[in-house]
């Protein structure tokens, strides 16, 4: 997020200041030497797999500027392409958990600039999900990913919003495993019936098609390790 002022809740502020701390890191790290690095390789795992993605842009255009020595830059996101994709029941319901949060941090200018200059106005959410970054990214790029993602699965295709959202008073972050009827298949597959391995096995077809659809995933240099 890139926001100004803080969010109040209960009368306790919200900041929502990530790309400000990510310049700061970045300027820290001259101390240590990094603007001198000849080659840089951008990691994560989950969210910050996630984050890799969103951010490598950010990062790598901050560097062009400030290390002259750069010959290589490159990124290798981990367990971090979460899908835009519908729940068991057709709703979107981890989309519209992403759009919030993109609206109240002020994600426009904290995401990949070349990404939200693409979308429709009003759709500059779409940059907070790696499949809708991932086609602006010009450096190599290996992605290692299960196509089949417990966390996906369970917070994804197995979610429900939690009662009262956007504007619940639990602390829960999402609910996730939530759907009657899918809560063990979807939190492990040995406890699918056939029918639902039918529907969990789409999730796979879809990952893998929003994956190797983009020109970024047949660039030389670019490549993916997707396991099940």
């Not at 391995?197 to 929003?210: K, L």
Request: proline residues 5%; glycine residues 8%; contains cysteine.
């Amino acid at each position: 997020g890139n926001r100004d002022e803080p969010l109040y809740v209960k009368g306790k502020p919200l900041y929502f200041r990530g790309r400000r701390i990510l310049d700061a890191m970045l300027n820290t790290l001259k101390i240590i030497g990094f603007w001198n690095a000849e080659k840089v390789l951008i990691s994560g795992s989950s969210a910050g797999g996630l984050a890799a993605i969103l951010q490598a842009d950010h990062i790598y255009n901050f560097l062009k500027e400030r290390a002259p020595n750069l010959k290589v830059f490159k990124v290798a996101p981990v367990s971090g392409f979460f899908l835009n994709h519908k729940n068991i029941h057709g709703e979107r319901v981890y989309e519209r958990e992403i759009k919030n949060i993109f609206e109240i941090s002020n994600s426009t200018h904290g995401v990949n600039d070349a990404c939200t200059a693409a979308q429709l106005p009003g759709e500059q959410w779409k940059c907070n999900f790696a499949q809708y970054t991932y086609p602006h990214l010009d450096f190599p790029v290996m992605v290692i990913n299960s196509a089949y993602d417990q966390w996906q699965t369970g917070c994804v295709m197995g979610s429900k919003l939690v009662p009262g959202f956007p504007d619940q008073t639990s602390t829960l972050n999402g609910d996730c495993n939530a759907i009657d009827g899918w809560k063990e298949c979807v939190a492990n597959p040995d406890n699918c019936t056939s029918t639902q391995m039918v529907r969990m096995n789409e999730y796979i077809t879809d990952f893998m098609a929003d994956l190797t659809a983009p020109e970024t995933y047949r660039k030389n240099g670019n490549g993916a390790f997707i396991h099940s």
